[in-house]
């Protein structure tokens, strides 16, 4: 019998721990262990916002979820891993002490590291979690006039959310007939072109923008603010009356010490989703380190890469999947405009890019599966 442990109940965790269940035998245990109990489908906090999504749509019980999956469901907070050990020590939590295991997937997200800008905390709004997408969302309805400014500060590497709630923020004005009160800015610590990864999408997206009187101020990095301005290293700075901006992004301080990451707290994987220089770990999601933004199907592809590869290696099989880093993105809430992008990411290939109501409604579908297949 092989224990193994799922960290980290996101996409990653949830889609290696439910591919783990579909292909071992059940005399191996499957523990998924995560800080609460609630999945949040993050594509869709945007709508929920801007009231188009309920609370019931976005989060559902992972512990219930796990149970119908035959996988053991730990609600705790993860401090340390000691892979010589092979246990994973528990803050607070259902369990205390040490978890052992066998064999580690390591999907704990990434940490927001809102530290590294000074006024952050009290001057930003921002929709990474249930509560600031709700406290953002009702800012947003109270905002009739001056200046609304949106961005990704250097290191957050998640460009659709701002593009959407941008976008949603427009079109709610336009709607209630204030449009014209209001002043719309997307800023960024880079470029349009790299941020989408693609020139072309960049150009479709622009025209959109312009469409809805959005701004767009390249190569502004903030990192710091006051109540009502956003500055940069350089002294530039951008008045506002109401600001959403994601933080600066870094890997899980749980692997933070174990000489495994990059520069930033990224866990190194080969291409079998396999912890460089670590027997029986995989990492999956968010935490790992690859080039450009990080997204949900990423983490759902690493998940499924790295337990067909665990799965075998239990066996005593070789590895039999790879993992391929491309990119699909959809834009939503621009309406007829909305954005569809896919690249891959390893090669020079151009994108392909589309647009229309489709993506819109191809994206909302895809928010409804996951709700169905894990409620
Ligand atoms: C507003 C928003 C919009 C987005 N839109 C898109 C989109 O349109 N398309 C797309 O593909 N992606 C999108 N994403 C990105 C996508 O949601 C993430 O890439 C994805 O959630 C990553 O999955 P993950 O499992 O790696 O990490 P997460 O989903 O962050 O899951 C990590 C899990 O680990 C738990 N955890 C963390 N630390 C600990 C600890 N110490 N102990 C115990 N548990 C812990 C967390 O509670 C969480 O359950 C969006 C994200 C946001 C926030």
Request: overall charge negative; hydrophobic content about 40%; glycine content about 8%.
């Given at each position: 019998m092989a224990k193994v442990l799922v960290l980290g109940g996101g996409f990653?965790?949830?889609?290696?721990?439910?591919?783990?269940a579909e292909q071992l035998g059940d005399e191996h245990q499957i523990t998924l262990v995560s800080r609460s109990r609630q999945f949040v489908f993050y594509p869709a906090l945007v709508r929920l916002a801007f009231g188009k999504s309920a609370l019931a749509d976005v989060a559902f019980d992972l512990r219930r979820t796990m149970l119908d999956r035959k996988i053991n469901f730990i609600e705790a907070e993860v401090a340390r891993?000691?892979?010589?050990?092979?246990?994973?020590?528990?803050?607070?939590?259902?369990?205390?002490?040490?978890?052992?295991?066998?064999?580690?997937?390591?999907?704990?997200?990434?940490?927001?590291?809102?530290?590294?800008?000074?006024?952050?905390?009290?001057h930003a709004h921002h929709l990474l979690n249930v509560d600031k997408a709700i406290s953002f969302g009702k800012a947003a309805k109270e905002f009739h006039e001056g200046r609304a400014v949106f961005g990704q500060c250097s290191g957050a590497r998640l460009p659709v959310p701002v593009y959407e709630s941008a976008f949603a923020l427009a079109r709610?004005?336009?709607?209630?007939?204030?449009?014209?009160?209001?002043?719309?800015?997307?800023?960024?610590?880079?470029?349009?072109?790299?941020?989408?990864?693609?020139?072309?999408?960049?150009?479709?997206?622009?025209?959109?923008?312009?469409?809805?009187?959005?701004?767009?101020?390249?190569?502004?990095?903030?990192n710091s603010l006051t109540h009502n301005s956003a500055l940069t290293e350089s002294g530039d700075g951008i008045n506002f009356d109401l600001l959403m901006l994601l933080p600066p992004f870094r890997g899980s301080s749980a692997a933070s010490y174990l000489g495994i990451t990059n520069k930033d707290g990224y866990i190194n994987v080969d291409a079998n989703m396999r912890v460089a220089g670590r027997e029986g770990i995989y990492a999956v999601?968010?935490?790992?380190?690859?080039?450009?933004?990080?997204?949900?199907?990423?983490?759902?592809?690493?998940?499924?890469?790295?337990?067909?590869?665990?799965?075998?290696?239990?066996?005593?099989?070789?590895?039999?999947?790879?993992?391929?880093?491309?990119m699909t993105l959809v834009i939503d809430e621009i309406g007829p405009d909305s954005l569809y992008l896919h690249k891959d990411l390893s090669t020079d290939k151009p994108a392909t890019v589309r647009q229309g109501r489709f993506w819109s409604w191809a994206k909302r579908v895809n928010e409804r599966y996951w709700e169905v297949s894990h409620s």
């Open positions: 990653g965790g949830v889609v290696a721990a439910e591919r783990l891993i000691d892979p010589a050990q092979k246990n994973v020590t528990i803050a607070h939590g259902e369990v205390q002490g040490k978890l052992s295991y066998d064999y580690l997937v390591f999907a704990l997200g990434r940490r927001l590291a809102t530290e590294r800008i000074n006024g952050f905390y009290e709610m004005l336009e709607a209630n007939g204030e449009r014209d009160r209001a002043r719309i800015t997307i800023v960024s610590p880079t470029t349009l072109e790299s941020e989408l990864v693609d020139p072309r999408a960049a150009g479709v997206l622009k025209q959109a923008m312009d469409t809805h009187q959005i701004e767009f101020l390249p190569n502004f990095s903030i999601g968010d935490c790992t380190n690859f080039e450009g933004p990080k997204m949900g199907h990423m983490a759902v592809r690493q998940a499924e890469v790295a337990a067909t590869n665990l799965a075998a290696e239990i066996d005593g099989r070789a590895p039999v999947s790879h993992y391929q880093h491309e």
